[in-house]
């Protein structure tokens, strides 16, 4: 069985698909997919699908489950390089791809994630503000 390369590009892991999606491709994917996560500590997973003319909806459910892996893993996930044919055929089979973000291709994907990043580093921490301090009287 053929196995999906995954490219470790700074922060980013980069999931070029360039083989058919079969079940046990996409499968696996996944599973290669977490344990790089975990072993790198990436917080960005790119996955390019500019090669793929078709995908059907066990392919583009398997998308949806690797985002919410790799979100559950503080991995934030951007799909790039859909073709036209296959969006639509996405939205004609009912799947949103919920958690997924989208980019036209590689170089926009990479600027969406550095730019969700920088603004999660912005964040101010959330240390101790929903305890609240009891007033303090005096007779």
């Given at each position: 069985m053929e196995r999906v390369p995954i490219l470790k590009?700074?922060?980013?892991?980069?999931v070029s698909i360039q083989i058919d999606m079969e079940d046990q491709v996409a499968l696996q994917?996944?599973?290669?997919?977490a344990d790089r996560i975990v072993a790198t500590g990436c917080h960005g997973v790119i996955i390019d699908i500019s090669a793929l003319d078709i995908v059907d909806?066990?392919?583009?459910?398997t998308?949806?489950?690797?985002a919410a892996i790799s979100k559950v893993l503080d991995a934030d996930t951007v799909v790039v390089g859909?073709?036209?044919?296959?969006?639509?055929?996405?939205?004609e089979l009912g799947l949103s791809l919920p958690g997924i973000r989208t980019a036209l291709n590689v170089e926009l994907g990479m600027?969406?994630?550095?730019?969700e990043r920088s603004e999660d580093d912005e964040e101010p921490a959330d240390e101790g503000d929903d305890?609240?301090?009891?007033?303090?009287?005096?007779?």
């Amino acid at each position: 069985m053929e196995r999906v390369p995954i490219l470790k590009i700074g922060d980013i892991l980069l999931v070029s698909i360039q083989i058919d999606m079969e079940d046990q491709v996409a499968l696996q994917l996944q599973e290669d997919l977490a344990d790089r996560i975990v072993a790198t500590g990436c917080h960005g997973v790119i996955i390019d699908i500019s090669a793929l003319d078709i995908v059907d909806s066990f392919v583009g459910r398997t998308l949806a489950t690797i985002a919410a892996i790799s979100k559950v893993l503080d991995a934030d996930t951007v799909v790039v390089g859909m073709r036209p044919a296959v969006a639509i055929t996405l939205v004609e089979l009912g799947l949103s791809l919920p958690g997924i973000r989208t980019a036209l291709n590689v170089e926009l994907g990479m600027e969406l994630l550095a730019r969700e990043r920088s603004e999660d580093d912005e964040e101010p921490a959330d240390e101790g503000d929903d305890i609240e301090t009891p007033a303090v009287t005096t007779p």
